[in-house]
């Protein structure tokens, strides 16, 4: 069912976009003012973003109103559930197009509003940085963390395991775009996630993070 292109022009043809490029400011605006040439009025566009503030991107679109903040979480394939982020320019029709876009694909969905991070990763990311500096600290090793979150909170995963999963270079560019937006210190990458990065442990993806 997938047909692929590297045309941009080709969504002119779209009843929706789902937009899913790296976690980086910079590049997710060259990208929507690229996007602003070629949507028709009726293109919904939803931004799969782990932390960007949907008005930011979707201010450079002609028809703000026809964008929606869509966090599909990671793996899409095993998730049921996504985090939908509603800015004060979204209206009613593209909430509702994106729901029945949702309902397709037998997604569950809970909308929130427009802040960086959002609910789930604002947490999450949050809980990632502090639980790398936990290993730095040498507190505890990364399968203790997992353990105590996996056994005494019941997550079906732990949190450095799904950190590996998201991958450790989306973690500090998202961790980037939080501190900068939230001007929160606390978001600043930990050492230990910006050393590993540099290193190229970026988790499942390379076959090493804080797991092997």
Not at 35 to 57: H, K, M
Not at 95 to 111: A, C, N, P, R, S
Not at 174 to 181: A, M, S, W
Request: with cysteine; hydrophobic share 40%; aromatic share 4%.
């Amino acid at each position: 069912n997938l047909q692929l292109t590297q045309d941009l022009a080709k969504v002119r043809t779209c009843d929706g976009i789902v937009e899913n490029i790296v976690e980086r400011v910079a590049e997710k605006e060259a990208l929507y003012r690229k996007l602003s040439e070629f949507l028709t009025v009726g293109t919904w566009v939803a931004v799969n973003t782990s932390c960007v503030p949907i008005r930011r991107l979707a201010c450079l679109l002609p028809h703000p109103e026809r964008t929606v903040g869509l966090h599909l979480m990671n793996p899409v394939h095993q998730s049921r559930h996504a985090e939908m982020i509603r800015a004060d320019l979204t209206s009613d029709r593209t909430v509702q197009d994106v729901q029945f876009f949702l309902e397709q694909l037998k997604l569950g969905h809970t909308q929130v509003r427009d802040r960086a991070g959002f609910v789930s990763n604002r947490i999450l990311m949050l809980t990632v940085n502090e639980a790398s500096k936990v290993i730095e600290e040498e507190t505890a090793s990364a399968t203790q963390v997992d353990e105590i979150f996996e056994q005494c909170f019941g997550h079906r995963m732990g949190i450095l395991a799904t950190a590996d999963l998201i991958g450790l270079d989306t973690i500090v560019d998202t961790l980037v775009v939080l501190c900068d937006e939230l001007r929160d210190a606390r978001f600043e990458p930990s050492e230990r996630l910006k050393q590993m990065v540099a290193q190229g442990k970026l988790g499942r993806k390379t076959g090493q993070g804080f797991h092997s």
